[in-house]
């Protein structure tokens, strides 16, 4: 009888598991453009650059520094880095920190966006803390700018490694703060597949890396941040595509590793940090007006009790009605988040 619920997983990681699989196209050397100057990026007004960043899994990788300054002469960075599925294409945050004194950065993490080589799987990642060297560089370039101080953001897998980040680098953290917009903290799914499915299929993605699961066919998210659709919003959906692809076995164990992790060392966080999340969940897969409402992505409510247990320093906020994404919501629910941002930078910002 014992056997049984193991038959129930194996039956449920074979349901869950498909054998969809992207055939190697690229048969080229793999070359990889680093640059030491900066060229006009792909945002009217932005600059950007690549940083070699060695040999990873699976062969050489990039990442990119996106950068606009302050009108004025400024020494305050904000520095963002981007969720999954997703890239840098919010040149209105961008704007907002500009016209507030801040030199703005941004990141496209190895195997994003910009960042993307022709060989490697989208979004693919082993271990969450392999883009630590992708937010160092960005720092190092930061600071080798004239800044002093470092406000650290990410959105939701981003939240996760800002946040892992500041619980790994504790005490030694570069930045003076950590700013979250819906992090990746927990998994949307009931108990059952927190506690034994996840699990199981990350303990597979231990052994079997390269196993595609398949995501679901849904467009809600999507159409409600596109112009196109019923959003505001456009963007290259070749990078933020309308139906996310299949995830690597590896990745399942990488986001939950890493949420472990967090917990674990969740007193280590040595800065304040922000946790925003919206004030709704929003479920189901084809869009409705509803989606416009809430969180389709993950469930704020299990964000906003992790969240309340980070760090010494922290506030935790919801944000009525945001979207997922929350600067990406209509103007005035994004206009409170910002709003949000400014007032725990001040509160934490050293005279």
Same mark, same amino acid.
């Given at each position: 009888?014992?056997?049984?619920?193991?038959?129930?997983?194996?039956?449920?990681?074979?349901? *869950?598991?498909?054998?969809?699989?992207?055939?190697?196209?690229? +048969?080229?050397?793999?070359?990889? !453009?680093?640059?030491? $100057?900066?060229?006009?990026?792909?945002?009217?007004?932005?600059?950007?650059?690549?940083?070699?960043?060695?040999?990873?899994?699976?062969?050489?990788?990039?990442? !990119?520094?996106?950068?606009? =300054?302050?009108?004025?002469?400024?020494?305050?960075?904000?520095?963002?880095?981007?969720?999954?599925?997703?890239?840098?294409?919010?040149?209105?945050?961008?704007?907002? =920190?500009?016209?507030?004194? *801040?030199?703005?950065?941004?990141?496209?993490?190895?195997?994003?966006?910009?960042?993307?080589?022709?060989?490697?799987?989208?979004?693919?990642?082993?271990?969450?803390?392999?883009? *630590?060297?992708?937010?160092?560089?960005?720092?190092?370039?930061?600071?080798?700018? @004239?800044?002093?101080?470092?406000?650290?953001?990410?959105?939701?897998?981003?939240?996760? !490694?800002?946040?892992?980040? @500041?619980?790994?680098?504790?005490?030694?953290?570069?930045?003076?703060?950590?700013?979250?917009? $819906?992090?990746?903290?927990? &998994?949307?799914?009931?108990?059952?597949?927190?506690?034994?499915?996840?699990?199981?299929? @990350?303990?597979? @993605?231990?052994?079997?890396?390269?196993? +595609?699961?398949?995501?679901?066919?849904?467009?809600?998210?999507?159409?409600?941040?596109?112009?196109?659709?019923?959003?505001?919003?456009?963007?290259?959906?070749? &990078?933020?595509?309308?139906?996310?692809?299949?995830?690597?076995?590896? &990745?399942?164990?990488?986001?939950?590793?890493?949420?472990?992790?967090?917990? +674990?060392?969740?007193?280590?966080?040595?800065?304040?940090?922000?946790?925003?999340?919206?004030?709704?969940?929003?479920?189901?897969?084809?869009?409705?007006?509803? =989606?416009? !409402?809430?969180?389709?992505?993950?469930?704020?409510?299990?964000?906003?009790?992790?969240?309340?247990?980070?760090?010494?320093?922290?506030?935790?906020?919801?944000?009525?009605?945001?979207?997922?994404?929350?600067?990406?919501?209509?103007?005035?629910?994004?206009?409170?988040?910002?709003?949000?941002?400014?007032? =725990?930078?001040?509160?934490?910002?050293?005279?």
């Amino acid at each position: 009888m014992r056997k049984l619920p193991i038959l129930i997983i194996l039956l449920l990681i074979c349901s *869950f598991v498909n054998a969809w699989n992207v055939d190697e196209k690229f +048969k080229g050397t793999k070359t990889i !453009t680093a640059d030491t $100057s900066w060229h006009p990026d792909i945002l009217e007004g932005y600059e950007a650059r690549y940083v070699n960043q060695g040999e990873a899994f699976d062969g050489p990788c990039r990442s !990119t520094i996106i950068r606009k =300054f302050s009108k004025t002469p400024s020494k305050k960075a904000y520095l963002y880095i981007h969720g999954f599925n997703d890239y840098f294409f919010q040149s209105e945050m961008g704007e907002r =920190f500009v016209d507030s004194g *801040f030199n703005f950065y941004a990141v496209d993490l190895r195997r994003y966006g910009r960042s993307r080589e022709p060989w490697q799987y989208p979004f693919n990642i082993r271990n969450q803390e392999e883009y *630590f060297n992708d937010i160092d560089s960005a720092i190092n370039q930061i600071i080798c700018d @004239g800044n002093t101080d470092i406000t650290l953001s990410g959105h939701s897998t981003g939240g996760l !490694t800002v946040t892992l980040y @500041g619980a790994i680098r504790g005490k030694d953290i570069p930045v003076s703060r950590i700013v979250t917009d $819906s992090p990746f903290l927990a &998994w949307n799914f009931n108990s059952f597949m927190r506690n034994i499915a996840i699990p199981v299929v @990350g303990f597979w @993605g231990k052994m079997f890396k390269n196993t +595609k699961i398949k995501q679901g066919h849904c467009d809600g998210y999507a159409y409600s941040l596109l112009k196109e659709y019923y959003g505001e919003w456009t963007y290259n959906t070749d &990078w933020k595509m309308i139906y996310s692809p299949p995830v690597t076995a590896s &990745w399942v164990n990488a986001i939950s590793s890493a949420q472990n992790k967090i917990m +674990k060392n969740r007193e280590n966080i040595k800065v304040p940090i922000l946790v925003m999340h919206s004030s709704r969940k929003i479920d189901g897969c084809n869009y409705t007006p509803e =989606f416009q !409402t809430g969180d389709a992505v993950l469930d704020p409510f299990m964000l906003q009790e992790r969240g309340q247990k980070l760090g010494t320093e922290r506030i935790v906020c919801a944000i009525d009605s945001g979207l997922h994404d929350l600067i990406l919501s209509r103007k005035e629910v994004r206009d409170v988040a910002y709003d949000t941002i400014f007032s =725990f930078i001040r509160k934490y910002m050293a005279e």
